[in-house]
């Protein structure tokens, strides 16, 4: 089945700099790549996503970019802000009958004012 | 939360005790999925649904069933709840609104197994 890694398991990054969190993943035929924000005590939140045919998807300050030969994505914040401190989630969608996603381990990222 | 709720929120039993969770959606969702949530491992798939009484397995579901009898439920079920599946549990739904791709979660059951 698909394996996916992310990394790194925490971050931490003062107001205002740049975060990146990087995800790689097994199988080729993979095809969807979103990237999830949970709070304290919610669920997780879509906060963007890209698709196979596309190499970078750029929404505000975040934006993602995938490198399908490499088999491996990134989710970009830019201009961080005490508020995006949260764990965010990488997952990936293979060519599966249930649009089952796999999902990485999870990066706490903290913004210090 | 895309309209989903789960029932209850938290809960504590006894190992060996049977456990019901309940994921509710209110705009007729074709898919639906359950998760639980443990440090480290991200979300792990436990069992999803396409349809009515239509469902399957996922990566981690020894020790789970699940039923979809109406398009807004979807029930998880521990037959004999053990300390391992304490964990924290989401629903998430899925449609071809969202091109089968985009899975939006609820608010999370928080279970502890003593």
């Known amino acids: 089945g698909e394996n996916v890694e992310q990394h790194p398991s925490t971050l931490s990054v003062q107001e205002g700099d740049s975060a990146v969190i990087k995800c790689t993943y097994s199988d080729s035929a993979s095809n969807y790549f979103p990237w999830y924000k949970q709070e304290l005590g919610k669920g997780p939140q879509l906060i963007i996503d890209i698709r196979s045919n596309v190499g970078e998807k750029k929404d505000q300050r975040i934006a993602v970019t995938l490198n399908k030969t490499a088999k491996h994505f990134s989710l970009h914040i830019t201009e961080t802000q005490p508020e995006d401190s949260a764990v965010y989630f990488c997952?990936?969608?293979?060519?599966?009958?249930?649009?089952?996603?796999?999902f990485g381990g999870g990066t706490r990222l903290m913004v210090k004012p | 939360d895309a309209g989903i709720t789960q029932s209850p929120r938290h809960k504590v039993t006894e190992t060996g005790t049977p456990v019901t969770l309940r994921c509710h959606q209110t705009e007729n969702h074709r898919y639906m999925y359950w998760y639980r949530q443990d440090p480290g491992h991200g979300l792990r798939l436990i069992h999803y649904s396409y349809g009515v009484k239509d469902t399957d397995k996922g990566e981690v579901s020894d020790g789970y069933s699940v039923s979809r009898s109406k398009t807004e439920d979807f029930l998880l079920t521990l037959e004999s709840a053990t300390s391992s599946q304490t964990s924290v549990y989401f629903c998430?739904?899925?449609?071809?609104?969202?091109?089968?791709?985009?899975?939006?979660f609820g608010p999370g059951t928080r279970l502890t197994v003593l």
């Open positions: 997952a990936v969608k293979g060519n599966n009958a249930g649009n089952m996603l796999t």
């Open positions: 998430a739904i899925s449609d071809i609104t969202f091109s089968y791709n985009e899975q939006f």
